[in-house]
Structure formats: C-alpha cells, structure tokens
C-alpha cells in the first residue's frame, strides 16, 4: 500500500492558480500510473490527469491546455499545476498510484485523503 499525501487545496478567483502536490511513499519512479481524480458532491470521482512511468501524460477534455502534471522523482512527489480556474473545477482533488501494472490488472490502487478546491468569486 502507497501512503499519499496531498496538499495545495484552497479558495482562489476564476481565473487563478493553484498547485497541489501528493507526496507519496516509495519510489515514484517505478510507480506504474499516477493520476489525479476529483469529485463533487453526489457525483463519482472523474479522472483530471493522468502520468505513466514512462512520461504519457494524458488529460479529461475539460482541463486540456489549463492543468499540468508533472513528478518529481527526486522529491516523490505529484503535482498538478492548475491555471485559469473556473467554478466548475470546485471539488476534492485526490491523488490516486497504481504501484505496478499487476496492480492496474486488478484495480488495486492506493488513494490519498484528497483536498479541497474551490473557485469563487
């Protein structure tokens, strides 16, 4: 099991940025796939973003060109840059490993506590 970690979450304008980051345990460079779901209440956690261990990178159609994400392996550590905001990104932002690809095979992936963004004016 990957202990995760995020942070970054917090009250920004339309049209700002913020930048969470998941501190995980282990080695992230061998992590197979790192993603970054959200959720709102009364809806299923949907995928934002998503980083394989060999640099794909791939996005939901409602962040294309505004988020980012990126790992720093020296620092085991995920991040997501967000830009340009917009009050329907309000939601918890988790931070979801799947260790390695038997893990994928099964679905067994490891979840942090997630964080809260919101986006008001």
């Known amino acids: 099991q990957v202990q995760l970690v995020e942070s970054g979450g917090g009250l920004v304008h339309p049209g700002g940025s913020l930048r969470l980051s998941c501190a995980a345990s282990g080695n992230i460079f061998m992590f197979y796939v790192m993603d970054w779901y959200r959720q709102t209440p009364g809806n299923q956690r949907e995928l934002v973003a998503e980083?394989?261990?060999?640099?794909?990178?791939t996005y939901a159609d409602f962040v294309k060109v505004r988020f980012t994400i990126s790992r720093d392996n020296a620092k085991n550590t995920l991040y997501l840059q967000m830009n340009n905001l917009k009050p329907e990104d309000t939601a918890v932002y988790y931070c979801h490993v799947f260790r390695e690809y038997s893990d994928y095979l099964r679905g067994l992936g490891s979840w942090g506590q997630g964080t809260q963004v919101t986006v008001s004016s």
């Open positions: 980083h394989s261990s060999g640099g794909r990178t």
